[in-house]
């Protein structure tokens, strides 16, 4: 009887394993639209590529169109930097900010345009971009409404192993909403150069702007008020930091709430970088950084969205022998996702690092 029951449960488990999923690969080409409408930005920048098939082509031209409640509002003007270098990974997908999820591999940036837009958007705005390109041969559009600002109460920062932020928002609504916390950076940064040799060979000093990621797992309001490291199927599914620190109201409806964030641990303050070409390393010093913490509100697509990023730009995720990741696409016509968000802001003093 006990042989019968394993043989049963091996046949159970062999037959869970076997799963058949028809795929379409559309090989045609189509637009790429991605970027976000911010209503809290004075500038939106908007990303158009071209999909054909299996790789990324060569855009040569579009035209960009900002429609406001059926209104035509604005031609967004082309940006795009022809004589500038990205570092992108060939089968990478790019965030709502332009910036390519794993920087390996050399692209030119002139296969992505960029369009940018200075409109003025408000909450309820139904806003629409209309894009043709290739003369005409391509078009896609995207329609989305802007949600209603936020209203942030107040900041704090702590500089320790972990940049600590905490975040106090009030939510006016009994509906459910959804959020997003983003933390920038401005560092100035002092860069030494060494031979093999280890004689110093001169260093510069530079600003240089930087995203940094965000671990979540101290506050539950992240896991929807589940236990942050819970593991739905063991040794299947593992625990995701929701590293773009996307929320809803869930916990918190029509009432006040403080937030915590933390940065990953500060190896960009001090770290050393061996280039490859055989001339030295370098020692890279952060001297002194701006912060800025800023509150989104967001669409539930966008929130959906998010959180497929938080899996995909995980180093849990296998995509191997894990399920494979459906993004949302808001574009007709084409691929890719308009963000709608309204944000604000809130700036930190200066800090000056001291070392030993």
């Not at 940006?79 to 997908?93: A, G, L, M, N, P």
């Not at 309001?221 to 620190?245: H, M, R, T």
Request: hydrophobic share 35%; glycine share 6%; net charge negative.
């Amino acid at each position: 009887m006990k042989n019968y029951l394993y043989i049963l449960l091996i046949a159970l488990f062999l037959g869970s394993c076997s799963r058949e999923l028809n795929v379409y690969l559309d090989q045609s080409e189509q637009l790429i639209l991605n970027g976000k409408l911010d209503a809290g930005c004075a500038e939106n920048l908007i990303y158009v590529s071209l999909s054909t098939g299996n790789k990324i082509g060569h855009i040569s031209q579009a035209e960009v169109t900002l429609y406001i409640n059926g209104q035509q509002a604005e031609a967004l003007k082309d940006v795009t930097d022809e004589q500038t270098f990205i570092q992108v990974k060939e089968d990478s997908i790019m965030g709502f900010n332009g910036e390519w999820l794993y920087p390996d591999a050399k692209v030119e940036l002139s296969r992505t345009r960029i369009y940018a837009s200075t409109h003025p958007l408000r909450a309820g705005d139904v806003a629409e971009l209309r894009v043709s390109a290739e003369q005409g041969r391509l078009k896609a559009q995207a329609q989305v409404v802007i949600p209603e600002k936020p209203e942030l109460i107040g900041s704090s920062i702590e500089y320790l192993d972990k940049t600590h932020y905490t975040v106090k928002l009030r939510d006016h609504s009994s509906d459910l909403n959804f959020y997003r916390i983003e933390v920038r950076h401005k560092d100035l940064v002092k860069a030494t150069f060494y031979g093999w040799d280890y004689k110093e060979q001169g260093d510069s000093v530079y600003w240089v702007n930087c995203i940094p990621r965000l671990e979540t797992q101290r506050d539950l309001i992240f896991n929807d008020g589940g236990v942050s490291e819970e593991i739905a199927v063991p040794g299947l599914k593992p625990s995701i930091n929701n590293q773009y620190a996307v929320f809803s109201n869930q916990l918190f409806r029509g009432t006040e709430r403080e937030i915590c964030v933390e940065t990953t641990p500060n190896s960009c303050v001090r770290r050393r970088d061996y280039p490859g070409d055989g001339s030295g390393y370098r020692d890279y010093t952060t001297l002194q950084t701006k912060s800025e913490i800023r509150l989104y509100t967001i669409s539930s697509l966008s929130y959906n969205y998010y959180k497929c990023l938080n899996l995909w730009d995980s180093d849990d995720y296998e995509d191997a022998v894990m399920d494979p990741i459906i993004f949302p696409c808001n574009v007709t016509g084409g691929l890719g996702f308009i963000d709608a968000c309204h944000s604000v802001s809130y700036p930190f003093d200066d800090h000056i690092f001291e070392y030993e």
